[in-house]
């Protein structure tokens, strides 16, 4: 044999074994989104799974860990959430870390696996109202249908899934008379419900071989935290108030533009995080742009205070809180009275320092630096030949009648002259009767007689 077959013969053993060991450590390192769920699934937690999603396909995420805590919530979100978690072609686990109740049982199942800690819970699917009691039927009914169909999809009892939502659904030696099921780890591990008993993400991960692996935990962008910063409470009631507040100084001082710009940016960073996060429906929406057109139309068109400007506020105060709520079309069997009572305490704050603001803002605006500006200071002196009258006290008592509508003020023909007018406050058409009550200088007061 050549001397040169033999080196090879006896270094090839060598190569083969080093590369295989270089592929060894060449394992491409597993990529892990940790999610956490530990609120009531809401539209917030509904949008925050959605974008979670969106993230895994962006960054091409290897598989998804959902470490769960909830009691539940709201049944159309959770529908939402379970659908997508059906349809997603990766694998996602879920880790109950202490409860996964009513629809955060509905998430868990719909996921390839599920992992419980020591002392955790899963079931009680029942769908309740806003105060503990049982919805009816038709939402239990439809509950009952979900949970049968996710738990099939994922090769999981059916009937066991069903029995968690209604109480007359009977299991041999699982469900107790007038009860649904609520399973422990070990229950849940002996009847299909959960693979194993886990503690700690690297736990799971150790569980699954997994040895080479990067945990990240899904973070909000900077976009979604602003968003979420003006879903709180006061920050919505500070931005009613500048709609509020815009709205009606650009009626008292139109052409000046500011005021109505700061109402239009108030109304978009309000309505906009809302619409995002499914609060805001559109019908909500359409609600408060037709109570805004309400009322102009009873300030600019229609004489008096009537029934345009009572249904212009009701409508528009009625919409800035239902935007608040999870309402379905005015159903609040699911909104809790702790979420109306916020959203209807931060719009009545909002009101209550438009009032204020009225009455003290109006004195510091003309005399602020910004007011001086936009307005004329000169004095005009009666030395230096300015006068203020433009009738004498003569045409007090005259009569005659309302050349323009008096909302408190227009013009009024007397003699065949015209004069600036106004009323103390009352309404009048036009044409009719009047009579001159005082002088004041550059109009004259009138009231209406008959």
């Not at 091409?60 to 959770?78: K, R």
């Not at 609520?182 to 690297?202: L, M, R, W």
């Amino acid at each position: 044999m050549k001397l040169g077959h033999k080196i090879i013969y006896i270094f090839l053993p060598i190569f083969i074994l080093l590369k295989i060991n270089i592929s060894f450590s060449q394992e491409k390192k597993l990529n892990v989104l940790l999610v956490e769920i530990k609120q009531n699934i809401d539209p917030r937690i509904n949008r925050y799974t959605k974008l979670m999603l969106e993230e895994v396909e962006k960054k091409d995420y290897d598989m998804i860990i959902i470490e769960m805590d909830t009691y539940g919530g709201a049944l159309n979100d959770a529908d939402d959430i379970r659908t997508r978690i059906l349809d997603f072609d990766k694998p996602i686990y879920s880790w109950i870390n202490k409860d996964a109740a009513s629809a955060g049982a509905l998430i868990s199942i719909a996921c390839d696996s599920i992992y419980m800690s020591s002392g955790a819970s899963i079931g009680a699917a029942t769908v309740v109202t806003a105060d503990g009691s049982a919805a009816p039927d038709k939402y239990q009914s439809y509950m009952r249908s979900i949970m049968r169909s996710t738990a099939e999809a994922k090769n999981r009892d059916p009937n066991i899934a069903e029995a968690m939502v209604d109480q007359d659904v009977k299991i041999d030696s699982l469900s107790q008379e007038g009860k649904v099921i609520t399973f422990s780890t070990s229950e849940a591990i002996k009847n299909g419900f959960c693979e194993a008993e886990i503690n700690s993400i690297d736990e799971l991960m150790n569980h699954l071989n997994y040895n080479n692996y990067e945990i990240n935990k899904f973070e909000l962008s900077s976009t979604e935290n602003i968003i979420a910063f003006f879903l709180n409470p006061m920050i919505s009631s500070v931005l009613i108030l500048i709609i509020l507040g815009g709205i009606y100084f650009e009626l008292q001082t139109p052409g000046v533009g500011f005021p109505i710009m700061a109402a239009i940016i108030a109304s978009i960073l309000y309505l906009t995080p809302y619409y995002l996060n499914g609060l805001a429906e559109n019908w909500e929406i359409l609600m408060f742009l037709v109570g805004i057109i309400l009322i102009g139309i009873e300030i600019f068109i229609i004489p008096g205070f009537g029934i345009f400007g009572i249904l212009g506020i009701l409508f528009s105060i009625s919409s800035l809180v239902l935007i608040m709520v999870n309402n379905d079309f005015l159903d609040f069997t699911f909104v809790f009275p702790a979420e109306l009572f916020n959203a209807t305490g931060s719009v009545l704050l909002a009101v209550l320092g438009f009032i204020v603001l009225l009455f003290f803002g109006g004195i510091k605006l003309s005399e602020s630096q910004y007011f001086k500006k936009i307005s004329l200071d000169d004095i005009q002196d009666s030395n230096k030949g300015f006068t203020s009258k433009i009738s004498n006290n003569d045409i007090i008592g005259k009569k005659g009648k309302s050349f323009t509508v008096l909302r408190p003020s227009g013009k009024v023909i007397i003699e065949n002259k015209i004069f600036d007018a106004s009323t103390s406050g009352e309404y009048i058409d036009k044409n009719k009767n009047i009579e001159v009550v005082e002088n004041e200088g550059t109009s004259i007061k009138v009231k209406q007689i008959t």
